[in-house]
């Protein structure tokens, strides 16, 4: 639809989060990546995967999914200073992964052609 029409308004995204895209999120994500606060692990979590993602997706169109709390964590930097860094729970990884694809096929459509970058892109988003 962003392809075809530049004026289209999008009001609802919801339906473009299927289970199939959550699962295609899950396998895009690091299997080695730290676990956030819930302290899930991508190969603890894809024990049961069908039944998890559809239980994810259920809870996100119901209204009913709520992001857990990043867990901090400080990194050493080369100045002696901390860095803070967030770390998503999994199911927020994936949540976020899926979005990012609803979201990037609109955008792409906005960017596309334009000499002026973001600024075209937001002025296009904002009529």
């Known amino acids: 639809m962003a392809r075809g029409d530049s ?3 999008f009001t609802s995204l919801m339906h473009h989060i299927t289970v199939e895209l959550l699962h295609r999120a899950y396998h895009k994500l690091n299997p080695k990546a ?11 979590y894809g024990q049961g995967l069908e039944e998890r993602l559809a239980e994810l997706h259920a809870r996100v ?15 050493p930097k080369t100045d002696g200073r901390l860095r803070p860094i967030g770390i998503a729970a999994l199911e927020d ?3 976020q992964q899926a979005v990012v694809w609803v979201l990037e096929q609109i955008y792409e459509e906005a960017f596309l052609g334009s000499v002026m970058g973001f600024g075209r892109a937001v002025a296009l988003m904002m009529r």
């Open 7 to 9: 004026s289209e308004r």
């Open 34 to 44: 730290a676990p956030g606060v819930d302290a899930v692990t991508w190969e603890e």
């Open 61 to 75: 169109h119901r209204g009913r999914y709520r992001a857990k709390p990043s867990k901090r964590i400080y990194l």
């Open 93 to 95: 990884k994936i949540v």
